[in-house]
């Protein structure tokens, strides 16, 4: 089994700064990519960021300059500066990875996510 599971999140002020983490353990055969959603109420799950093999990085456009993703081995960390109200969302940890049990099959995992509300 593969286990996903977020840390961090809370409450802040807006220009506030906050980080979220993310762990991926269990079965894994190697990570190829790691990310972040946001899914606020009544809207669609969207990327926010991704980091993928050699570090290469992608930023959805409302965030660039302000959120940062980085990892530390199976840990991915997504810095958050410049919070604005329009961040508020649930975010989501996600994984696509080769898993032990099925090294052939490219997967996508997810966390249960974690709130992050910014609000004066």
């Known amino acids: 089994q593969v286990h996903v599971v977020e840390s961090g999140g809370g409450s802040v002020q807006p220009g506030e700064s906050l980080r979220i983490s993310c762990t991926v353990s269990?079965?894994?055969?190697?990570?190829?990519?790691l990310g972040w959603y946001r899914q606020a109420p009544e809207k669609q799950r969207d990327l926010v960021a991704r980091?993928?093999?050699?570090?290469n990085t992608y930023y959805t456009d409302s965030v660039k300059d302000r959120f940062f993703i980085f990892r530390d081995g199976n840990t991915v960390h997504l810095q958050m500066n410049g919070l604005k109200p329009e961040d508020t969302a649930t975010y989501y940890c996600?994984?696509?990875?080769?898993?032990?049990?099925?090294?052939?099959?490219?997967?996508?995992?997810w966390g249960q996510g974690t709130q992050v509300t910014v609000a004066s």
């Open positions: 996600w994984a696509n990875l080769h898993s032990s049990a099925t090294p052939w099959a490219l997967r996508e995992y």
């Open positions: 980091i993928a093999t050699g570090d």
């Open positions: 269990g079965s894994i055969s190697s990570i190829i990519s």
